[in-house]
């Protein structure tokens, strides 16, 4: 569970550079920070709803459960 504390830095930091404060919360290579680096290049504003939106509503670890993670096929 994230601290308010690390969530208010977070957000401080979306607001100011909105890649980088995807990047803490989801990665470099990742794809929300690939839109939000779009969003923002595109115009700044976008950047800094979409930042905001990766950082509060975008649960990574839910995607990485043992159980809902994807089945491959290995012919």
């Known amino acids: 569970m994230?601290?308010?504390c690390e969530l208010c830095?977070?957000?401080l930091i979306?607001?100011?550079l909105?890649?980088?404060g995807v990047c803490l919360r989801h990665g470099c290579c990742t794809v929300e920070f690939f839109i939000c680096l779009v969003l923002?290049?595109?115009g700044y504003l976008p950047g800094i709803i979409y930042a905001i939106y990766a950082i509060l509503f975008l649960n990574?670890?839910?995607y990485f459960d043992e159980y809902r993670r994807p089945i491959y096929y290995v012919a």
Do not use: Q
């Open 40 to 42: 923002t290049c595109l």
């Open 14 to 16: 979306a607001i100011l």
């Open 9 to 11: 830095c977070e957000i």
């Open 2 to 4: 994230v601290s308010s």
């Open 18 to 20: 909105p890649p980088v």
């Open 60 to 62: 990574r670890d839910e």
